[in-house]
């Protein structure tokens, strides 16, 4: 099993082609629970990946950035898939950007969100040094118009997705 993927993007259509792979990477996992960190500075892109990949797992309608609003939930149909947790999974699209205490994310109820259950994609997570560790962590480095996305697992699922990526884009 691998560990760590590294991709370059050349632009916003190839980054948001790579969050449509993470989604069938967790699709053909059966979508399970997972807590997947975004790491990056503003305009890198974290936001962009995380509306390709919640719109390649079905969500309809706006993806709406969560930057003001701290959280935005998604629920994911059981549509064609076969979820190894649950009937149904709730996506959390989670923005901590504007935190500036280590607790926030706690007296947010983010703990209650947290709880191994659903699919939580948390920009800025070092702005919550407490949270749990990610099952997967995505570092996006932007050049310009380009992005370095490297992936690296922090969970055995997470290795599973990063090995079903690898195969998948080794079958293209």
Not at 130 to 146: F, K, N, T, V, Y
Request: proline share 5%; hydrophobic share 40%.
């Amino acid at each position: 099993m691998t560990d760590t993927l590294s991709r370059h993007c050349a632009d916003e259509s190839a980054t948001s082609r790579f969050g449509a792979a993470i989604a069938s990477a967790l699709r053909a996992g059966g979508l399970p629970p997972l807590l997947i960190t975004l790491h990056g500075d503003l305009g890198a892109g974290k936001t962009t990946l995380v509306r390709a990949l919640l719109r390649a797992l079905g969500v309809r309608g706006r993806i709406k950035s969560p930057s003001y609003a701290l959280v935005e939930p998604y629920t994911i149909s059981n549509d064609g898939l076969e979820f190894n947790h649950s009937i149904g999974i709730t996506a959390y699209h989670i923005d901590l950007y504007r935190f500036s205490s280590p607790d926030e994310w706690l007296d947010a109820g983010l703990g209650d969100v947290l709880d191994g259950n659903s699919l939580c994609l948390v920009e800025w997570p070092e702005r919550a040094p407490g949270l749990p560790r990610a099952d997967l962590e995505i570092r996006i480095a932007a050049h310009d118009a380009s992005r370095d996305v490297v992936v690296r697992a922090g969970s055995r699922a997470g290795m599973a997705v990063i090995d079903q990526l690898a195969s998948a884009a080794s079958d293209a």
